[in-house]
């Protein structure tokens, strides 16, 4: 056991240094004021899904007695004893900065945060006003005595706890008062640069709701519930019903967490926590409003001066039309591949169009395409119904277990199907996460295959902040690997054979394991092997060994991490040659790169990407796929990506045993933002001609 805890980090503590580099940019004075309130909203709403789907794990283990222990040798009980120190430390420095910093810089810019007795009767009365048109016709008071029992409170749904007076008896009782979660976390003042929570206008308001009562103390608090879907889907019939099911369910999951103000009366704590079953160790309380989640309503307030100047996203030379004439993207894919790299290339203009000129197309005869998540107004579901009208044969194989996004599948699968196409929803014990798609078009007597691989969902708009590879290509071989995997996602298959693909849970964990292996084997011949990989989350034990073996034998190996890494660089005798970035800046580093430097051969690279992270989950329990980039030329231009990355000195971090340390300029050493120079760069890449 001693060896196993030297060898690897704890994935929920990793998880939460991850969320504390997030936390970081809030505090950073070189980040633009609004740009921090985002990132302290973002630590915020990742925070709550934590909660919701690896801290409600663990209470299940602990509940069940559950004795066996995670690969870093700690119980279950351990883990969240050490969780709930770490989210106390973290909550209160998030309070700080929003309280001492951010408040006063934004004060500074104009953008106030506002407290109820602070405002004049002018603003008071405009939020009264407010209040008696827009919020008391909706609100709803709920008493607990003995004929009102004690109300459900949903998952996250900010409330009000009131302890309210008889003036007749003087009996005190609790009441509960739900804020609608159609409303702004924080509500603005007439002007649109002032804001105040809304707990505090309610409160301010309560007579209203319990006329002729006594108001002896109003706080707001929020629970948070497991939330975590579990199918039996071998026994699922109907699989969109099932998940249908549980999203119902999911809200009445058990508390794991509630979260009060620092002001509340132990007498009002302790009755929450009783009824919420929770221990005094799964209460959280905070200096700042809760759920500073809502802050994105301030966040959109139109100042751009306080927000990262804007980057244009520029269209890739190859598909910028040199005439009046619209440009034919498959005549440029059929001259060779083509990659993209978002944001700093426009989804738009690319995969979208793609997409939308096959929808289009009267050669066109098929088109296929994986949906894990998308927007709610996707233009890409938009072109598939489209094409279905069109008569062409239409197959979205639509993913409804997508964490937090199964009601917003479910509703674009139903209305897909309505429109003709043929909607598959992913296989039983398995979540089918591969970002693919096939364009089946007729050219002469043939039928060419056209093929997007991608390391991002088929969603314009998180395109449009994530950072994410992408690859058109028309090479027959790719072709005919995603037909296959089609086939297996929408037929049944077993033993399936890849040639450019990686997949799981075919062949990825041992297509993986074996170009480490042979690695190894090129070091020890020529010895300079090297090996690189980016991903957002590093977890799986036997890929981590894997590593370990390469690196005691001497390959270099550099891990751009983002997330969660268990893995420890740095270990005597262990993890020598190995060394860890994280970059967690201006963009969500999406993709998943993996570089071999002697996998094609003694001076030839093996590069994939594309969406399977090194975790158990992705390579046993999800449906993967990374493509192999044989264009030296675009190999060259994921080099230099990664090169970048690497030599950032802005937004990394440098990982030793486990430890995260910010990576900042050297003495002499000029400032490199990896994500303005990859935007320079952006406006030269094009593609080699054949």
């Known amino acids: 056991m001693q060896e196993s805890v030297k060898r690897f980090s704890n994935r929920e503590l990793s998880w939460l240094h991850f969320n504390e580099r997030v936390l970081d940019l809030a505090a950073r004075e070189s980040v633009p004021p609004l740009e921090r309130l985002k990132f302290l909203a973002i630590f915020s709403q990742n925070l709550d899904e934590f909660f919701q789907v690896r801290v409600s794990g663990l209470l299940e283990r602990v509940d069940a007695e559950v004795m066996s222990l995670s690969p870093d040798g700690l119980s279950a009980q351990t883990q969240l004893r050490m969780i709930s120190e770490r989210v106390v430390s973290l909550t209160r420095r998030a309070d700080g900065i929003f309280l001492n910093e951010l408040i006063p810089v934004l004060a500074s810019e104009g953008i106030r945060f506002c407290r109820w007795a602070e405002l004049d009767r002018g603003d008071q009365r405009e939020l009264s006003n407010a209040f008696e048109q827009r919020l008391f ?5 709920l008493a607990v005595d003995p004929g009102h029992p004690f109300p459900y409170i949903s ?3 900010l409330n009000l706890a009131a302890v309210i007076t008889d003036p007749t008896d003087s009996e005190s009782r609790f009441a509960r008062v739900k804020v609608p979660q159609g409303l702004p976390r924080f509500t603005s003042l007439g002007d649109g640069t002032r804001f105040i929570p809304v707990e505090q206008v309610i409160a301010a308001h309560l007579h209203f709701l319990f006329e002729g009562m006594e108001i002896s103390e109003a706080v707001a608090f929020r629970v948070t519930r497991d939330t975590d879907i579990d199918l039996e889907e071998t026994r ?3 699989l969109l019903e099932a998940v249908e099911m549980e999203v119902q369910r999911r809200r009445f999951g058990e508390a794991v967490r509630l979260e009060l103000p620092v002001n509340a009366s132990e007498d009002l704590v302790e009755r929450l926590r009783v009824e919420h079953k929770l221990d005094a160790a799964h209460v959280y309380r905070s200096n700042a409003p809760i759920d500073l989640g809502g802050l994105w309503s301030v966040y959109g307030v139109d100042r751009p001066d306080l927000k990262f ?4 996203r520029r269209t890739p030379r190859v598909f910028r039309a040199t005439s009046a004439e619209p440009l034919d993207m498959f005549a440029v894919v059929r001259k060779g591949d083509v990659l993209v790299h978002h944001p700093y290339e426009n989804f738009a203009t690319t995969t979208q169009e793609f997409l939308s000129q096959a929808a289009s197309d009267p050669a066109v ?7 894990y998540r998308t927007s709610g107004d996707s233009p890409i579901m938009a072109a598939l119904i489209r094409a279905a009208d069109a008569g062409k044969q239409v197959v979205a194989l639509v993913e409804v277990k997508a964490r937090f996004d199964e009601q917003n599948n479910i509703e674009w699968a139903r209305q897909l199907e309505r429109s003709g196409v043929h909607v598959v929803y992913g296989l039983v014990g398995l979540k089918t996460h591969t970002k693919v798609a096939i364009v089946a078009r007729e050219e002469g007597a043939d039928i060419r ?3 997007h691989v991608g390391t991002g969902n088929y969603n314009p708009k998180t395109a449009t902040t994530y950072e994410d590879f992408g690859l058109l290509t028309a090479d027959p071989g790719i072709g005919t690997d995603v037909q296959r995997l089609f086939n297996y996602l929408t037929g049944y298959g077993r033993d399936v054979q890849y040639q450019r693909l990686l997949v799981a849970p075919h062949n990825l964990r041992t297509g993986l394991a074996k170009l480490i292996r042979s690695e190894r084997k090129a070091h020890r011949r020529y010895g300079n092997g090297s090996i690189l990989m980016k991903m957002n989350s590093l977890v799986d034990p036997n890929l981590i060994d894997e590593l370990y073996a390469a690196s005691a034998d001497g ?8 997330g969660i890494c268990c893995l420890r660089p740095g270990l005597v005798g262990l993890s020598e040659n190995i060394m860890v970035r994280s970059v967690v800046g201006r963009y969500l580093e999406h993709s998943r790169v993996y570089r071999f430097a002697h996998g094609a051969g003694q001076d030839r690279p093996a590069v994939y990407f594309g969406s399977a992270d090194l975790m ?8 993967e796929a990374l493509v192999s980039i044989t264009d030296p030329s675009l190999a060259e231009r994921i080099d230099t990506v990664l090169e970048s990355l690497l030599a950032d000195n802005q937004w990394s971090w440098e990982l030793t045993g486990s430890h995260w340390k910010r990576v900042d300029p050297a003495a002499g050493e000029d400032p490199f933002d990896a994500h303005l120079h990859l935007h320079a760069l952006s406006a030269n890449w094009t593609m080699q001609e054949k």
Request: aromatic residues 2%.
């Open 137 to 141: 016709p909706i609100l709803t008071p």
């Open 155 to 157: 998952n996250l749904a």
């Open 236 to 238: 699922a019939e109907d």
């Open 309 to 312: 100047s804007a980057l244009g």
């Open 365 to 371: 005869q098929a088109i296929k395409l994986t949906l």
């Open 449 to 451: 295959v056209y093929c």
């Open 555 to 562: 390959v270099r190996i550099q891990l751009i991490v983002r």
């Open 616 to 623: 158990p989950r992705n390579l046993d329990r999800r449906v």
